[in-house]
């Protein structure tokens, strides 16, 4: 059985695979041919962090797939009462075909994938976020940019960066990351991505200059610079992140024609400005639909693999 857990655990070949089915799906979808890939199969979704596009995504999915999705807050199941992880996997499991949980730790997750009966899903984890580079891939193969790729990351090493260098690391493109100092992501992330790298070839380089980055990029990409839980850190980091906007001027560096992508939700005049959000709009949401596309993709795959 597979799960989706972070984007290290898979092959160039099978994420293609995911990739390809998405497009297949989403093609689908704009028909309004809606097939019943996973008919009357339930899609338990546990959240432990709130969220607009993960729960709109899934629970749609599953239904357009033919399935049904059930919202668990942690606040309303046993596991956050202080039930052991391994236990409230162990019963859920038994009773729903597929889990995604949206969660603020790695190591819980892993946990709990660990003692389930049933597929589970990476929503989002304090390390990675890898359903969202699913859908930032997507929409880099519908705009025609694969060939030559270079992705600029702008911002801070968190779960959205550790998942751009898995996800460079596998698939084998060019990846620049600015981060400022004190800022940087996770060694040990980093060097496993290091060593993908030297097997897929992928150019992976860190730097404190976002104009060192953005330079010859053709995708530029950035996150909030205050996540959920940092709200209290707001002042000293809107202070240490200062130059890292993406401008005009910072895009002006990349490639001509490059474009810019947002996971959302985008802060306007902290790690983007107003203009280059508004340019880009129409990859940013289309990024956004992708979500429910790429993830309909991956709970089929998952499904297909369940016994493998």
């Known amino acids: 059985m597979r799960h989706f857990l972070t984007l290290k655990d898979f092959t160039k070949e099978e994420l293609l695979e995911i990739l390809d089915l998405a497009v297949k799906i989403k093609k689908e979808t704009k028909q309004r041919v809606f097939k019943d890939y996973l008919p009357n199969q339930t899609l338990g979704m546990i959240f432990k962090k709130s969220s607009t596009r993960t729960r709109v995504s899934f629970e749609t999915g599953i239904y357009q797939l033919g399935g049904i999705g059930l919202f668990l807050s942690s606040n309303d199941i046993q596991l956050g009462r202080g039930e052991p992880i391994k236990d409230t996997s162990r019963v859920i499991s038994r009773m729903v075909d597929m889990i995604m949980i949206r969660n603020d730790s790695q190591e819980e997750l892993e946990e709990f994938a660990s003692y389930s009966k049933v597929p589970v899903i990476n929503g989002l984890t304090d390390l990675y976020h890898p359903v969202q580079l699913m859908s930032d891939y997507l929409t880099i193969m ?28 596998v698939m084998g493109f060019d990846l620049a990351i600015a981060t400022p100092e004190g800022y940087e992501v996770d060694k040990e992330i980093y060097f496993e991505a290091m060593q993908l790298a030297k097997i897929s070839g992928a150019k992976i380089t860190t730097t404190w200059d976002p104009r060192e980055a953005v330079e010859g990029a053709t995708v530029v990409t950035s996150d909030t610079w205050i996540s959920m839980g940092q709200e209290t850190e707001k002042e000293k980091r809107v202070k240490d992140f200062k130059g890292f906007i993406v401008n005009k001027g910072l895009m002006n560096c990349a490639k001509e024609n490059a474009i810019y992508l947002h996971c959302l939700p985008a802060y306007r005049g902290y790690e983007v400005s107003e203009e280059v959000f508004e340019e880009n709009a129409e990859y940013i949401f289309e990024e956004a639909e992708n979500r429910l596309h790429a993830q309909k993709a991956i709970m089929v795959w998952l499904d297909k693999h369940r016994n493998s």
């Open 142 to 169: 519908e705009n025609n940019l694969v060939d030559g790729l270079k992705v600029a990351y702008v911002g801070d090493g968190n779960n959205m960066t550790h998942s751009w260098l898995m996800l460079a690391a």
